[in-house]
């Protein structure tokens, strides 16, 4: 018997909360170079549990408006602002759990990190080219959002060295259909 959910297709959306949705949109548009498809909302329920049972957020949580975008080659992001009376404001480190982060394909990750610099955007320590290991091959470099979120370029023109023996190769916007 095949594992896993029936009729698994692929991932179709990551999403992300963040505090000021048109400056998120801003972002992902103006210069990561993502396209707005549409916006929505709000969604509350101001007597009921439907926030709760649907969403596991408090039951007067409100989506004030969401966002959906498409960027390049890749899963579509998903964009929400909420609003609740338990919302936590701070964002989790890649080494919390929930911990997360969105990873960008380029195909020249020295003149991302350069274009990303020339925008005022904070951009940690790198790049970093993987020699060892699995991921031999790849160049990576964190950079963060204007309101804290990890991202990252990633790029391995050559493949990864994990590839030459495993099974089961990762899928890339390289080659979307495979």
């Not at 390049?72 to 480190?93: C, H, T, V, W």
């Not at 790849?138 to 990633?154: D, R, S, V």
């Amino acid at each position: 018997m095949k594992r896993g959910i029936p009729s698994l297709r692929g991932q179709d959306h990551t999403g992300i909360t963040v505090p000021d949705l048109q400056a998120a949109i801003d972002f992902f548009v103006d210069v990561i170079g993502c396209e707005l498809a549409t916006t929505f909302g709000p969604f509350r329920d101001d007597t009921g549990s439907f926030m709760a049972d649907t969403l596991n957020v408090h039951p007067r949580a409100v989506v004030e408006q969401i966002a959906l975008l498409r960027c390049g080659m890749g899963s579509n992001i998903e964009l929400f602002q909420y609003n609740a009376p338990d919302q936590r404001q701070d964002l989790p480190k890649n080494s919390d759990i929930g911990g997360h982060h969105i990873a960008f394909y380029v195909d020249d990750i020295d003149a991302a990190v350069a274009y990303l610099k020339e925008r005022g955007v904070r951009v940690l320590a790198g790049p970093l080219a993987v020699t060892e290991g699995p991921a031999a091959g790849q160049t990576i470099n964190y950079f963060l959002a204007p309101w804290g979120l990890q991202l990252e370029l990633i790029s391995y023109p050559k493949g990864m060295a994990y590839e030459a023996t495993s099974p089961t190769v990762l899928w890339s916007p390289k080659s979307p259909a495979q």
